[in-house]
């Protein structure tokens, strides 16, 4: 198994990708809108991808916040709300704001559930501030540490009642980027004192089975390299400071707020100590490259990646209960 995700080019796998992946043995697989098209085409292709690895419990990935960040929607799909509408109803009601949050990701996970998703790349822990960009702004879950960790906290719990497994992002935190990853590298100058709120929420949930690295350098842990790349902050923060041990994944390596080839930038987070590399785009000669560059998954990597996907269990709830309860208790904020 090599230590990478990959992403699928349509809405069936093709020739090529098949023989690649049986071949490369990715360690999972994103999807995005365009892989999505209805429940039975995506049932069918994520049933694919279980008879080619031949296992129940692959990893197959999805960003499916809520708001913008959705790869399912209508008309397909229902719409759900995103991070700062539970942060509103918070100002008024902080334990409604908890239950919404948390029936919201039970609804979610038994939606992805259905079509044999079985991993979220949610809630999106980052404590935004002044200046924050708006690709993170409109998706988080607020300002405040100890709330973005109970509504963090209530979304992953929900998820895992719902029949996936949530990812903790975007370590060590990305509200203090004042630039969009996707496009830019982010540096922060904010001291290790002033860092202390952006990690609290990720501490507070450090038991969970997956996180997801940010592009960002900080400059108070490493002046040089983006926390994806930097064996500083992997180890001495989000290991050490933060206490997370679970499946550390990086975001998606194609950014461009990393430097170099996609093989170059795959190998150089796995030797930061990363477990897990993302490639979303489906490219198969990057994806051929990578495969090549990347030995097999280190041994506590793969202990960590079967330790998250043992925490999948049945999915349990009624997905119209769940909605009306949801938007019951957001009507409180309207």
């Not at 929607?73 to 109803?89: I, K, Q, S, V």
């Not at 902080?94 to 559930?113: C, F, H, V």
């Not at 496009?183 to 949930?205: C, G, M």
């Not at 550390?248 to 093989?263: N, Q």
Request: glycine share 8%; charged share 25%; hydrophobic share 45%.
């Amino acid at each position: 198994m090599k230590p990478v995700i990959f992403g699928l080019s349509g809405p069936t796998l093709t020739s090529d990708e098949r023989a690649f992946f049986a071949e490369a043995r990715p360690a999972g697989y994103i999807l995005f809108k365009r892989n999505c098209l209805d429940r039975q085409q995506l049932r069918a292709l994520t049933d694919e991808l279980r008879t080619l690895e031949g296992r129940s419990d692959v990893a197959i990935l999805v960003d499916q916040e809520g708001g913008r960040v959705a790869r399912l929607g209508p008309p397909e799909w229902p719409a759900f709300p995103a991070g700062p509408d539970f942060d509103r109803l918070y100002d008024i009601a902080p334990m409604s704001a908890i239950e919404a949050a948390r029936a919201n990701a039970q609804a979610l996970g038994l939606m992805m559930a259905e079509v044999g998703i079985t991993v979220d790349c949610h809630p999106i822990l980052d404590v935004i501030g002044p200046g924050t960009t708006e690709a993170i702004s409109i998706r988080a879950f607020g300002s405040e540490p100890k709330r973005v960790a109970a509504l963090g906290r209530a979304t992953l719990e929900g998820l895992a009642a719902g029949g996936v497994v949530g990812v903790l992002k975007h370590m060590p935190g990305h509200g203090r980027a004042k630039v969009d990853s996707h496009h830019l590298l982010p540096t922060v100058t904010a001291t290790a004192a002033e860092l202390e709120d952006d990690l609290a929420p990720f501490r507070a949930l450090a038991h969970a089975p997956m996180g997801m690295t940010s592009h960002i350098v900080f400059e108070a842990w490493d002046a040089e390299r983006p926390a994806t790349m930097s064996p500083t902050i992997i180890n001495d923060v989000i290991r050490g400071k933060i206490g997370f041990d679970g499946l550390l994944m990086t975001d998606d390596i194609d950014m461009k707020a990393l430097s170099g080839t996609p093989a170059d930038k795959a190998s150089g987070a796995i030797a930061a100590g990363c477990d897990i590399v993302l490639d979303c785009w489906a490219r198969l000669d990057e994806m051929v490259a990578i495969a090549d560059r990347l030995d097999d998954i280190a041994q506590p990597s793969r202990d960590r990646l079967d330790r998250a996907m043992a925490t999948l269990r049945p999915a349990e709830g009624v997905f119209a209960d769940l909605v009306a309860k949801r938007d019951e208790l957001l009507a409180i904020g309207a």
